[in-house]
């Protein structure tokens, strides 16, 4: 077993490739169907850190998470159309609105239970982990990985997360499909006003949100890279002269915060047509392999409450999807509306078009922009709730 940082390296660039790669093979993909990339990336470095193939614990892991994460923020979010997003209609940010209130509703009411029955072990800790899994469930991977590396959550802890944000995230979308069978009924029960249809010119321009493969150059490949690890390391250097503001906001706080709001900004200029050489399916990549080094570190034997973390993921979509519901009832949003925000929350950019398309073919952009919308404010809301959840266990001692 090598120690070497650069060997270690490129056995993970290699194994990241390789599982990409599986993906889109037309004999190996189906196995995607049912786990997903995201989730192969993080597994398999755990089973190879289990069997000593490759080291358990190497200061790589931590400098890839730190220099990664503003990197890839930068890479994922320079393409973002601003215009395109705030011109989503006033019902769909609603039902939006009302999911992230569902998550947030849910995952008080599952953070007492986890205090109750979770093991001693873990309940010091379990604020951070709850605040990744709100993280992810208003935004993405990315929001999750951003407050892994805010809050500096165990590995131990962080392998139950990805589990659980796994099996619920699917669980919940096969519930959704289930659900689009009843719609009419349901309609009738939400007193729906007649659905909101998307501007033409605003479903052509949403698909500028969809990440997608490009054919480019090596040169242009390192351009990007070059360009995006320098602003990843000026973020870095930045938020060490910026000034604490309470217990969370502090240096590396304030490192996804402009990695978030920079390239929001930079995406109204022509630095946009960085997306043009493929920034956000390079910034997908390098997200692959945070979660291969953070895979690494963590350790299957504690893998043995995951049952009972997955259970309390399904209370958790279970009360989002019920508080949806009712708020939904009380603005007579329809359910293709309420579908397609709760997969924008819990699944995200690759699974919320796909339900939506499923509601009504006239959704299917409204799906990319929601969970669009969540990947930029999903950091902060994971933040925030995990200061809320912070704030109750020190009340409680």
């Not at 590995?155 to 689009?180: E, G, H, K, R």
């Not at 009712?326 to 796909?354: D, F, H, K, M, Y």
Request: net charge positive.
């Amino acid at each position: 077993m090598s120690q070497n940082p650069f060997v270690v390296s490129l056995l993970l660039f290699f194994l990241i490739l390789t599982l990409y790669l599986f993906s889109k093979n037309e004999k190996t993909k189906r196995i995607y169907q049912f786990l997903p990339l995201p989730f192969w990336c993080y597994f398999v470095p755990t089973v190879l850190a289990s069997l000593k193939i490759i080291p358990y614990d190497l200061p790589l892991y931590s400098a890839i998470g730190r220099l990664f994460l503003p990197t890839c923020l930068f890479l994922l979010l320079i393409g973002t159309d601003l215009k395109t997003l705030f011109s989503v209609k006033s019902q769909s940010l609603l039902a939006m609105v009302y999911g992230s209130i569902g998550i947030l509703v849910g995952g008080l009411f599952t953070y007492g239970l986890a205090l109750k029955f979770l093991p001693t072990l873990w309940q010091e800790e379990l604020w951070k982990g709850w605040g990744a899994l709100s993280a992810t469930w208003t935004g993405g991977s990315a929001n999750m990985l951003a407050i892994k590396e805010i809050t500096n959550i165990s590995p131990s802890l962080f392998s139950n997360l990805i589990v659980t944000d796994t099996f619920v995230a699917y669980l919940w979308m096969a519930f959704l499909v289930y659900l689009s069978k009843y719609q009419n009924k349901l309609d009738a029960w939400l007193k729906a006003k007649p659905m909101e249809i998307p501007a033409e010119e605003t479903s052509k321009s949403s698909s500028a949100l969809i990440h997608k493969s490009y054919t480019q150059s090596l040169f242009e490949t390192f351009f990007l890279l070059a360009v995006a690890f320098l602003c990843g390391s000026f973020f870095l250097y930045v938020s060490h002269w910026m000034p604490s503001l309470g217990s969370l906001i502090t240096g590396f706080t304030w490192t996804v915060i402009l990695a978030t709001l920079i390239p929001l900004f930079l995406s109204q200029t022509p630095v946009k047509r960085l997306e043009q050489f493929g920034a956000s399916s390079i910034g997908q990549f390098l997200l692959y392999l945070m979660l291969a080094s953070i895979g690494a570190r963590a350790n299957l034997a504690h893998l043995g409450d995951a049952p009972l973390f997955i259970l309390l993921g399904i209370i958790w979509a279970l009360v989002h999807g019920l508080i949806l519901l009712l708020l939904g009832r009380v603005s007579r949003i329809p359910l293709s509306l309420l579908a397609t925000s709760s997969q924008a929350n819990i699944g995200g950019t690759i699974s919320a078009p796909i339900v939506a398309s499923l509601y009504s073919k006239n959704l299917t952009s409204i799906g990319v922009l929601l969970a669009t919308l969540g990947n930029i404010f999903g950091t902060y809301l994971g933040l925030l709730f995990s200061e809320v959840c912070r704030s109750i266990l020190d009340l409680l001692k």
